[in-house]
């Protein structure tokens, strides 16, 4: 596929593995349209070209893109291409927006500002002294990162891969003093759901194509509010489980009309209204699953 952008249209993509079915596009240019934008998005599926993430970077740079989004499997492996990195993104360690500038890509994370404008949002009185992050890729760190930076007391990092979670937690508490965060053994996940105010759930089991429960029921509790990252389906088995053991909950939807919302302010520099781009995804969800059920 050979990238060229209009002069008269801002140019944007996203970069990632098995991305066919994100909604991204659409909910990027549903928002640019109601604010007047001419907007096109495109997806640079790292499974359909066969290029590596550092190929795909500098073509859609030197087509004239404004800029991509970012997301799994490269959310780190692109930052060695990137000439700088926004100061959120450099402690988190991972980038999901990239804007070209005069030449340059300079990486944010827009994730983190996402997952902390839905927690605010969509569990205002949500108590965060000892919260339970599971998964410590490019999600969880974002997520970590934005609770902490909310003023969580202590975040628990767990990760099937322990020395993943280890790293998270070691970075966490460079970025916001020793003892802020901690990595914990999966084993030790109904001890630590126990006595924790909130978990969030960071790895991709419940999405549409890695359907189930990524933690068993019964550890869950009424004074646990559980947050999900995934938002396809925007009612995971997770959060049916979480309110019917009466916990407060928190769809993955919010945070990704956030962290969308935050990107295409850093590609247009226009203010999208996000309770707008709320609806655009309900919509998109919704319409999806339909067509999917039929």
Same mark, same amino acid.
């Given at each position: ?117 839905? *927690? @605010? #949002?969509? $569990?205002?009185? !949500? %108590?965060?002294? /000892? ?5 410590? =890729? +490019?999600?969880? &760190? ?91 389906? *925007? @009612? #995971?088995? $997770?959060?049916? !489980? %979480?309110?019917? /053991? ?5 769809? =993955? +939807?919010?945070? &990704? ?38």
């Amino acid at each position: 596929m050979r990238l060229v952008a209009d002069p008269d249209t801002v140019h944007v993509g996203l970069i990632g593995a098995g991305i066919g079915p994100s909604l991204s596009p659409a909910l990027h240019e549903r928002e640019a349209r109601a604010l007047g934008l001419a907007y096109r998005y495109t997806l640079l599926d790292l499974d359909v070209t066969k290029a590596d993430i550092g190929d795909l970077l500098a073509e859609a740079r030197d087509a004239g893109l404004r800029g991509v989004n970012v997301t799994h499997p490269v959310k780190q492996r692109v930052l060695p291409h990137l000439d700088g990195l926004s100061e959120d993104a450099a402690a988190i360690g991972a980038v999901n927006t990239v804007v070209f500038d005069d030449g340059r890509a300079l990486g944010h994370n827009t994730d983190w500002s996402g997952f902390a404008a839905a *927690l @605010r #949002t969509g $569990l205002p009185r !949500a %108590a965060k002294h /000892r919260v339970a992050v599971l998964g410590a =890729g +490019g999600a969880g &760190a974002a997520a970590a990162h934005a609770l902490l930076t909310g003023g969580a007391g202590t975040v628990e990092v767990l990760d099937v891969d322990a020395d993943r979670a280890a790293a998270l937690a070691a970075r966490l508490d460079a970025t916001f003093g020793t003892g802020r965060a901690r990595a914990t053994p999966t084993s030790a996940l109904a001890d630590t759901l126990a006595t924790a105010d909130g978990l969030v759930h960071a790895t991709p089991t419940g999405m549409a194509e890695h359907p189930g429960l990524p933690v068993p029921a019964e550890v869950l509790h009424p004074r646990l509010w559980v947050a999900e990252i995934v938002y396809r389906p *925007l @009612r #995971t088995a $997770l959060l049916e !489980a %979480a309110t019917a /053991r009466g916990c407060p909950t928190l769809d =993955g +939807g919010l945070m &990704a009309v956030h962290q969308a919302a935050d990107a295409l302010h850093l590609f247009t520099g226009l203010h999208p209204d996000a309770a707008r781009m709320r609806r655009h995804l309900q919509e998109l969800v919704e319409t999806r699953e339909d067509h999917r059920a039929g």
